[in-house]
């Protein structure tokens, strides 16, 4: 399981009420924030399904970019972004060398 970040706008007095409430349960914000998420979804028998997970999971996972080996099999590609700059030795080339 991966950790998503969720972003939450709000007026200074619903702030201080959330800062208040996670306080009085000796929680951060963030922790006090996962706790009402969670609860209220098991008060209300909210769940999530194995393949709904997982589906949502290769959604992310697929980037659209292929690469096939010799045979023409496709393969993982793991050159893409910064992962291929990782096995890519620099190369010191001398251009004021006449030799």
Not at 8 to 30: G, H, P, W
């Amino acid at each position: 399981m991966s950790i998503k970040s969720i972003y939450i706008r709000c007026d200074e007095k619903t702030f201080k009420l959330a800062k208040k409430l996670a306080q009085s349960n000796e929680r951060s914000v963030n922790k006090q924030m996962v706790h009402l998420i969670n609860s209220t979804a098991r008060d209300q028998n909210i769940k999530i399904d194995e393949v709904e997970t997982k589906e949502s999971q290769k959604e992310l996972q697929q980037h659209g970019l292929h690469s096939w080996d010799a045979n023409g099999s496709e393969v993982e590609n793991d050159s893409i972004g910064l992962k291929g700059l990782v096995g890519i030795p620099k190369l010191d080339v001398d251009h004021t060398n006449n030799d």
